[in-house]
């Protein structure tokens, strides 16, 4: 009789670690709200004492900040966090595009799972952060896997630099307004990969990473970031 694969249950700790960061991604804990650890087990249904190994993992993370004597908040978001977030995601994306390329000759999968990430792209509504975040961060995070640098793979995903983009958007309350663009650009980002051009990829991603540190700059020009965005 063939061994069925049997698959592992989450841990409690594991269980409430996802539903916290998917909870402080969707907005439901904006930045600077409390994490309340008996109320979040309440919520969930579970004890106290994975909700605290959940919450301290997340703060190890970067989700969020111990302040002694008073408890453990959501990472606020300031506009010199956020602008030093994008410009390491641009770093990071530009520096790998030789490798991924190089990389992507002797990956037969490699085009496939882009093409297949791209098609996320459709059908995001204007304010539809989360699959946005979601679709973005999936797509970006092939890119950066397919450099195979485990270091740098490792700095992208703890960096959160999609996830902070998104966080502004929605604190903003700002639409998507270039969702309609972002299937066509990703497409061609791959059209781009798979032909080794290496510049014509790496001018798309400037292309890409600036349009939200130009964002930013609005936010902060026109005095959107009051009250939501510490400078």
């Known amino acids: 009789m063939a061994q069925e694969t049997i698959k592992k249950a989450p841990s409690l700790s594991e269980y409430a670690y ?6 402080i991604e969707r907005g439901v804990y904006p930045p600077g709200a409390k994490l309340i650890t008996q109320e979040i087990a309440d919520r969930l249904g579970i ?22 004597q008073h408890g453990i908040f959501v990472k606020k978001l300031s506009v010199k ?23 992507m000759v002797f990956d037969s999968d490699a085009v496939q799972e882009l093409r297949s990430a791209v098609e996320g792209y459709q059908d995001i509504g204007p304010r539809d952060y989360d699959k946005a975040m979601k679709t973005e961060a999936n797509f970006h995070s092939i890119i950066i896997r397919l450099a195979q640098n485990a270091e740098i793979l490792r700095v992208y995903q703890s960096s959160r630099c999609i996830e902070t983009t998104y966080q502004m958007y ?20 791959v059209e781009l990969l798979e032909a080794g051009n290496q510049a014509g990829v790496k001018a ?12 930013l700059n609005w936010l902060v020009n026109t005095g959107r970031t009051t009250g939501t965005i510490s400078p």
Not at 47 to 68: I, K, Q
Not at 170 to 189: D, P
């Open 18 to 23: 996802e539903e916290i960061k998917h909870a």
């Open 47 to 68: 004890s106290r004492t994975p909700v605290v190994a959940a919450v301290n993992r997340l703060t190890a993370e970067g989700y969020a900040d111990a302040v002694p």
């Open 81 to 103: 966090m956020i602008r030093d977030t994008l410009e390491l995601r641009l770093m990071i994306e530009l520096f790998s595009v030789d490798a991924v390329i190089r990389n």
């Open 170 to 189: 929605r604190m903003a309350n700002m639409e998507l307004a270039t969702v309609q663009n972002a299937y066509q650009e990703h497409v061609r980002i």
């Open 204 to 215: 798309l991603l400037e292309k890409h990473i600036q349009l939200p540190l130009n964002m």
